[in-house]
Nanobody, 125 residues
Framework: QVHLVESGGRLVQAGGSLRLSCEAS????????IGWFRQAPGKKREGVSC????????YSVDSVMGRFTISRDAAKNTVYLQMNSLKPDDSAVYYC??????????????????WGQGTPVTVSS
C-alpha cells in the first residue's frame, strides 16, 4: 500500500529555516514525481515545489524560488523540502503528494492519487 508521511513542520521565526521530510512507502521515490503543496487557512491549496521521476528535474513557484529547494534521497526513500528565509506568508499546512500518471509542473492535480496527512508550518513575524 502506498503511503506518504510528512514531518518537520513547526513554529519558526521569520528568516529562519526548516526542512520538511516526506517519507514514502509502497513505492520508490525515484520512479514517481512528487510534489509539495501547501494550504493556509482560508486560502486555496497551491503547489510549491516538485521533483519529477528518473532524472529528477525540479520546479518551484515564483514565490519560493531561491528560498525553497526540493530534493530526494533514494536510500531513505524520502523527499525533502528545504525552506530558507521563511516569511509569515509561508505559514500553512504542507503536504506531499504523488500519482502514477502525475508529473510536474503542468499535470492537473486530479491525477494525484496519494496525499500525506500534512505537517503544519507557522512562521512568526
Amino acid at each position: 500500500q502506498v503511503h506518504l508521511v510528512e514531518s518537520g513542520g513547526r513554529l519558526v521565526q521569520a528568516g529562519g529555516s526548516l526542512r520538511l521530510s516526506c517519507e514514502a512507502s509502497g513505492f520508490t521515490v525515484d520512479n514517481y514525481a512528487i510534489g509539495w503543496f501547501r494550504q493556509a487557512p482560508g486560502k486555496k491549496r497551491e503547489g510549491v515545489s516538485c521533483i519529477n521521476a528518473k532524472e529528477g528535474h525540479t520546479y518551484s513557484v515564483d514565490s519560493v524560488m531561491g528560498r525553497f529547494t526540493i530534493s530526494r534521497d533514494a536510500a531513505k526513500n524520502t523527499v525533502y523540502l528545504q525552506m530558507n528565509s521563511l516569511k509569515p506568508d509561508d505559514s500553512a499546512v504542507y503536504y506531499c503528494a504523488t500519482g502514477s500518471n502525475w508529473y510536474c509542473p503542468t499535470a492537473p492535480d486530479r491525477l494525484i492519487e496519494v496525499w500525506g496527512q500534512g505537517t503544519p508550518v507557522t512562521v512568526s513575524s
